[in-house]
């Protein structure tokens, strides 16, 4: 009984790994949660006598639950082309900051959100290069850059041979190094904050100044609310755009907050968040927004008064 007892720890004591190997696979929290769940309810599923049968039953859950994120992945393109405007995957709160409504106490589990590392690897320009990937890139790039899994082991859950996968690897690298490196955060932190003061003073000058020329914004609403369905281009034309939101919706409340581990910002009316923005910097500028805006993306940020 013991021995049971200890594996059945074992097991348990897996969720958070699988958790943030099927966030930075699939870019959803929700996604995540339900793929580790799907992948635990088929290890119960099976005999005593199997499951006594594997050695590791960590390793088993990791290459079921990415195999289930590969299926998911397989499927995401068609399910993309109906949702409404741009998808961006779900912005990660720090957990020192936010009361997470559904968080850990001691009557429940720890909310996933709380679970996930945050590390470069979860920000939101590297998730946005992982969406580029073909399903089999990410998987192969994430098992193994991310979370060092063998090429042996990924062959496993991709069904090809290590070389093929080592291949895909590869191929997946260098579409992360085309990205430009990362800026330090204290000088993402400093544009980030002047961002916000010339954004509540509506000041059209000061965000051009900080803004790239060619700089892209990106706003995910999911058509669960208003917002621009296609990116904005240009650093003027976002500037005008910001201030033009701002004129719209009067009691809004910036915030600065971590998104995915490094500093953002957060638009919240009467105590709710509204918008979570994410930014990309270079040399000084922002070169990229993303906004999210859909409701149900930004339910780890949810707050219990």
């Known amino acids: 009984m013991g021995t049971g007892g200890t594996r059945t720890d074992e097991i348990a004591g897996e969720r958070r790994q699988l958790i943030n190997v099927a966030y930075r696979l699939l870019g959803s929290v929700t996604e995540a949660e339900d793929a580790v769940q799907d992948a635990y ?7 005593r006598s199997r499951q006594e049968e594997i050695l590791s039953p960590g390793a088993w859950l990791t290459t079921v639950t990415s195999r289930i994120c590969l299926d998911l992945l397989g499927s995401a393109r068609a399910r993309r082309e109906r949702y409404v405007g741009a998808w961006l995957p779900e912005p990660l709160p720090d957990r020192t900051e936010w009361d997470h409504a559904g968080g850990a106490d001691a009557t429940g589990p720890a909310d996933p959100a709380d679970q996930i590392v945050l590390d470069e690897s979860v920000t939101m320009a590297f998730l946005v290069v992982l969406e580029s990937m073909t399903p089999a890139e990410r998987v192969a790039f994430v098992l193994h850059d991310v979370f060092r899994y063998p090429f042996a082991e990924i062959a496993g859950v991709l069904g090809r041979t290590p070389a093929a996968c080592k291949q895909l690897a590869a191929s997946a690298r260098r579409r992360v190094s085309a990205a430009r490196a990362p800026v330090p955060a204290t ?21 051009v100044g900080l803004l790239d020329p060619a700089a892209v914004m990106t706003a995910d609403g999911g058509g669960m609310v208003g917002t621009v369905l296609r990116p904005v281009e240009g650093g003027a034309r976002i500037a005008q755009y910001m201030v033009a939101i701002a004129d ?9 907050r971590s998104v995915n581990g490094v500093p953002g910002l957060v638009a919240q009316r009467a105590g ?9 910097v270079s040399d000084g500028r922002v070169t990229r927004i993303w906004a999210i805006r859909n409701p149900e993306k930004l339910r780890p940020w949810a707050r219990e008064d």
């Open 41 to 47: 309810a088929r290890w119960y599923g099976l005999s």
């Open 187 to 207: 000088g993402r932190a400093d544009v980030v904050r002047l961002v916000k003061e010339a954004w509540e003073t509506k000041d059209i000058a000061a965000l």
């Open 248 to 256: 719209k919706a009067p009691g809004l409340e910036l915030l600065e």
């Open 272 to 280: 709710v968040v509204m918008t979570v923005a994410a930014f990309d």
